[in-house]
């Protein structure tokens, strides 16, 4: 069974630029998570999809994060435009639908730095 | 408000030493699980154990073994004849109840970095 795929593995970008993130999750995987982890740190939420639709985007910073599933499968993680507190691992994460506290299966990560 | 406590920041041990991780939680919830994951180098984030609140068994995985005590909100994590290979970082993560919009809402401690040294 393939993992979750997440591209790219790192990016380096200037201040103020944009960058994007993609995810395939596992297949069948009906919840889809990203999460911010900065060096040192535990990985934090930042938005969590139910097929396409969104159940906690609680600690998004919407002025300057989007994210979709279109059609609730693969998923873009977008930063507009980027600051250098931004630096930081951005882990995708899937799950199968459960009542109770699922099981998160994890992409390797994209690594960006902000310059 | 639910929080996860890993105190250990770093470990290091020689192989073959014993090595427990703390981990300490927080929820109000009646209705929880608790997790262990590990980050090798190569980041992703790979999951070890999930226990439920109503679950107190410990449970021994191979060279694994966790402590899962309620009265002490704590699920600590031994590792046995500690190997090379179990160098990373690992993470004590909480599912609990979303407050507002319902469902379970994971969160995860800081994490703590263990050394294996030859």
């Known amino acids: 069974e393939a993992g979750v795929a997440q591209s790219p593995r790192y990016k380096i970008i200037e201040k103020r630029q944009s960058v994007a993130f993609w995810c395939n999750p596992i297949?069948?995987?009906?919840?889809l998570y990203w999460y911010q982890q900065i060096l040192g740190q535990g990985p934090k939420l930042l938005i969590q999809?139910?097929?396409?639709?969104?159940?906690?985007d609680s600690q998004l910073p919407k002025d300057r994060f989007s994210a979709e599933r279109l059609k609730g499968v693969d998923s873009t993680l977008k930063i507009q435009p980027a600051k250098l507190e931004d630096s930081a691992v951005y882990l995708c994460?899937?799950?199968?639908?459960?009542?109770?506290?699922?099981?998160?299966?994890f992409g390797a990560g994209t690594r960006l730095s902000v310059l | 408000a639910q929080k996860v406590t890993q105190a250990q920041t770093e470990i290091s041990v020689v192989e073959k030493e014993d090595v427990t991780l703390d981990c300490v939680y927080e929820?109000?919830?009646?209705?929880?699980?608790l997790f262990w994951y590990k980050q090798p180098p190569s980041g992703e984030l790979v999951f070890l154990i999930r226990?439920?609140?109503?679950?107190?068994q410990n449970e021994i995985s191979g060279r694994y073994s966790w402590n899962f005590q309620k009265s002490t909100s704590s699920f600590n994590f031994t590792i046995t004849a500690s190997q090379v290979v179990d160098s990373a970082v690992y993470f004590c993560?909480?599912?609990?109840?979303?407050?507002?919009?319902?469902?379970?809402?994971?969160?995860f401690g800081a994490g703590t970095r263990l050394f294996v040294k030859a």
């Open positions: 994460a899937s799950s199968p639908l459960a009542s109770g506290g699922p099981i998160q299966y």
């Open positions: 297949s069948g995987h009906a919840t």
């Open positions: 999809f139910q097929n396409n639709g969104v159940v906690d």
């Open positions: 929820t109000r919830d009646t209705t929880y699980y």
């Open positions: 226990r439920n609140s109503f679950d107190e």
């Open positions: 993560a909480l599912s609990g109840s979303r407050e507002n919009t319902g469902g379970f809402k994971t969160i």
